[in-house]
């Protein structure tokens, strides 16, 4: 059985109590705009050998920053390469983070430890655990994790063979033409579930999630909606109804304007088929746990 963690997650700001984070009312002000436009940086990991799907350090630090107090513990399920514990170490956070690829939590924990000795000044932790993450209630106690935030597998959209037919003619056969670009082949990966089966494992995990919120945190869970045998699957609206479910709370739904990184489109669809770009944009659902 599992060792719990000992990691703090009590806030180590002077914020009065009655605050949710340590933003001042002219950050507040900015962030309450409910379309997002995220940017990536230098230390951001965009090669898709290394990780197919990485989000921008930007969004789980905008999260981080709207939704807890420096010190207080950040929670990313499906933590791949370790984004959300990287911008969890800039803003002097707390996280744990969890993923079932052995090869994900050794890079993570390289990334975490070429920042050691630098210029974060807050004594914090940010641990990176190979576990399924349905486990995730044997290593943390109730009541200690101020957000949850992820951006989860998506079924199984990667579990097929790459044919680019969103980039123009002359760019498709690129390196990753025709390849599969999953996560793993393990079973328990949400990456290679058909929708009803991922829906499923998805309940479980955050069922055994929300006790280990304090009431009123916050849940923000990154996803795209899927395209199958020429078919919409609204996984956004999956995820919400089973979310109410189990007892969390819709609280907002923000949407990540990706226009700004997309580029050299081709025609899809053209000339009997229109299909919107889902790339131009994703969801981020904002939950949080009821208070008592």
């Known amino acids: 059985m599992a060792e719990k963690i000992k990691i703090n997650f009590k806030k180590t700001c002077n ?6 984070n340590c933003l001042t009312p ?3 002000v ?24 990485v989000f921008p350090i930007a969004l789980p630090k905008k999260c981080i920053e709207l939704f807890t107090h420096k010190g207080e513990l950040v929670l990313d399920p499906f933590v791949g390469i370790g984004t959300t514990l990287i911008a969890a170490r800039d803003l002097g956070r707390n996280a744990i983070g969890f993923d079932l690829n052995p090869k994900y939590i050794d890079f993570a924990n ?19 655990i190979c576990d399924d993450a ?20 998506y079924a199984n959209m990667l579990n097929r063979e790459r044919l680019n037919k969103s980039l123009r003619s002359d760019l498709r056969e690129n390196k990753y033409y025709k390849k599969v670009q999953q996560y793993s082949d393990n079973p328990r990966d949400l990456g290679t579930m058909g929708i009803k089966e991922y829906i499923s494992a998805f309940r479980e995990i955050y069922k055994g999630i929300l006790p280990l919120l304090k009431p009123k945190a916050h849940c923000v869970i990154n996803v795209n909606d899927l395209w199958e045998d020429n078919r919409r ?3 956004h609206s ?4 089973v979310m109410e479910k189990i007892g969390y709370e819709l609280r907002n739904i923000i949407i990540w304007d990706k226009r700004n990184l997309v580029n050299k489109v081709g025609i899809y669809g053209y000339p009997n088929n229109y299909i919107t770009l889902s790339i131009t944009f994703e969801y981020i659902l904002d939950f949080w746990r009821p208070p008592k």
């Open 238 to 241: 999956y995820i919400i109804e």
């Open 26 to 28: 002219k950050e507040w």
């Open 110 to 128: 390289k990334r975490l430890k070429q920042l050691k000795g630098s210029l974060f000044i807050e004594d914090t932790q940010q641990i990176a």
């Open 15 to 20: 914020c009065p109590d009655s605050h949710i």
């Open 233 to 235: 699957y609204p996984l």
């Open 134 to 153: 349905i486990n995730i209630p044997k290593y943390l106690d109730k009541e200690t994790v101020s957000l949850c935030v992820t951006s989860p597998p």
């Open 30 to 53: 900015k962030s309450q705009v409910a379309i997002w436009e995220l940017y990536y940086e230098s230390r951001d990991i965009r090669d898709k050998d290394i990780h197919p799907a």
